[in-house]
């Protein structure tokens, strides 16, 4: 086990060096950078924008400044934001919490509201109900975030005025309702697709297990029904669930980009396409590896969990 985790370790930290890399690259080969809004603008001459590129180090070979950043960013040093001057790991810590906020929001509702429909679609395979959730769920899939958050709008804030169209709270008012009245819109949209995704993996998942010899001896052992299902079809069924909890986890991530957007929520996916739009390198490259982080730990904890839950996959 220890032989697996550390082979899996190691994996996802060359593969984290290699995005770093090559993200790095892609930023600062970009046609513009941090100074062309400057040199639009007209109100700083070339000597002016010479001596700012120098004391950010932009004059700099590509790689010496990626190895300078990379070594930095080791000892916890991320940078500044090219915008204000505040620490990169600053500028994302404020903006984690909304985003984390509207995540969990999304992956709960995905999670209860697939496994049902999955679990419900496999045991009443064909039926108009399953047939339902398949068509729904293909639908789901096809429709695009920012489409679907724009007609959430339209529809539950401009005609019916129910929801609020963005922002995470009303300006002097932080209560915990508010908090949640404008939290459901931008995690139902989050949640869409989401939930078909947790459908059709649960409903495969369920059908495969049902199937199995050891259901149909505990059937001929005159066990209940319910208790056939939950613990010996459930369980094993949520099994290969985990190992899609980690593969989600960009997919949620790239959503959540989407629905911040949109409903101009203040967290990283708005920071995100901020930062981008001013060419702030330091606070898109932190969010980048950030992001990458979090998605090679999920990927490592699932890879884990299915280790200690299925000896049979472990090496060593």
């Known amino acids: 086990m220890a032989r697996y985790v550390a082979n899996r370790l190691a994996q996802a930290i060359m593969l984290l060096v290699i995005v770093s890399a090559i993200g790095f690259a892609i930023l600062h080969l970009a046609p513009g950078g941090p100074l062309s809004q400057f040199a639009v603008s007209g109100q ?3 000597e002016d924008l010479d001596r700012v590129t120098r004391q950010l180090g932009l004059d700099r070979p590509l790689p010496i400044q990626y190895l300078d950043w990379f070594g930095r960013m080791l000892k916890g040093d991320w940078g500044k934001s ?4 505040e620490a990169v790991l600053s500028v994302i810590s404020s903006h984690l919490g909304a985003t984390l906020e509207l995540m969990a929001t999304a992956t709960i509702i995905a999670v209860l509201l697939g ?3 999955g679990i419900l679609g496999a045991l009443r ?5 399953d047939t339902l959730a398949t068509v729904g769920a293909m639908i789901a899939l096809s429709i ?3 489409w679907f958050g724009l007609v959430t709008i339209y529809v539950f804030s401009v005609k019916l005025g129910w929801l609020p169209a963005g922002n995470r709270q009303t300006v002097g008012d932080g209560s915990f309702l508010d908090l949640l009245h404008h939290l459901i819109a931008p995690a139902m949209v989050l949640a869409l697709v989401e939930t078909a995704m947790w459908g059709r993996f649960m409903r495969s998942s369920m059908l495969e297990v049902i199937n199995q010899d050891y259901i149909r001896t505990a059937r001929a052992k005159g066990l209940p029904e319910w208790r056939i299902l939950t613990v010996h ?3 094993n069924a949520l099994l290969p669930m985990i190992t899609v909890a980690g593969l989600q986890f960009p ?4 959503g959540a980009l989407v629905a911040e957007t949109v409903f101009t929520w203040p967290g990283m996916g708005r920071l995100f396409l901020d930062s981008i739009g001013y060419r702030d ?3 898109v490259m932190g969010i980048l590896m950030f992001s990458a982080t979090m998605v090679l730990i999920g990927s490592l904890l699932a890879d884990i969990l299915y280790a200690v839950v299925d000896p049979r996959i472990r090496v060593g």
């Open 44 to 46: 700083m001459t070339q």
């Open 82 to 85: 090219y915008r204000d001057g």
């Open 115 to 117: 496994c049902w429909i």
């Open 125 to 129: 395979r064909y039926s108009v109900f």
């Open 144 to 146: 695009p975030t920012f």
């Open 233 to 235: 079809g459930l369980r």
């Open 251 to 254: 997919t949620l991530l790239g």
């Open 281 to 283: 390198y330091p606070v």
